[in-house]
C-alpha cells in the first residue's frame, strides 16, 4: 500500500523559514500531479500549493503567493514547499496529497481531486 509521508514542520517564530518535504512509500511521485493542503484547528482544509508532473506548472493559494514555493525532485521522487516569512496565521496541519487518477488539467486545487493522502505534519508560527 502505498503511503505519503510529510516531514519538515516544526515550532517557529513569525518571519522564520520551513521546508517540507514529501515523500513516498510503495510508489513514485514523478508520474502524478502533486498538491499541499493545511488545515488549522476548526477551519477546514484549504489549498495551499499545486505542481505539475513535470514541475513546469505550479498554483498558489493568494494568502501565500510569493511567500510559498513548491517544487519536485523526480530523482528521489520527493515534493518540496519551502515556506518563507512565515505568519502566525500559517499555523496549521500541512498535508500533501498526490493525484493518481488520470485527468485532463496539468494542476489541481480541489480536495475531491486527489486520491492519497500523506498524514500531516504540523506547523506553528508563534508571534
Known amino acids: 500500500q502505498a503511503q505519503l509521508v510529510e516531514s519538515g514542520g516544526g515550532l517557529v517564530q513569525a518571519g522564520d523559514s520551513l521546508r517540507l518535504s514529501c515523500a513516498a512509500s510503495?510508489?513514485?511521485?514523478?508520474?502524478?500531479?502533486m498538491g499541499w493542503f493545511r488545515q488549522a484547528p476548526g477551519k477546514e482544509r484549504e489549498f495551499v500549493a499545486a505542481i505539475n508532473r513535470s514541475g513546469g506548472s505550479t498554483e498558489y493559494a493568494d494568502s501565500v503567493k510569493g511567500r510559498f514555493t513548491i517544487s519536485r525532485d523526480s530523482t528521489k521522487s520527493t515534493v518540496y514547499l519551502q515556506m518563507n516569512s512565515l505568519k502566525p496565521e500559517d499555523t496549521a496541519a500541512y498535508y500533501c496529497?498526490?493525484?493518481?487518477?488520470?485527468?485532463?488539467?496539468?494542476?489541481?486545487?480541489?480536495?475531491?481531486?486527489?486520491?492519497?493522502w500523506g498524514l500531516g505534519t504540523q506547523v506553528t508560527v508563534s508571534s
Open positions: 496529497a498526490a493525484r493518481i487518477r488520470p485527468g485532463g488539467r496539468s494542476v489541481y486545487y480541489e480536495i475531491s481531486s486527489y486520491d492519497l
Open positions: 510503495g510508489r513514485t511521485l514523478s508520474s502524478y500531479a
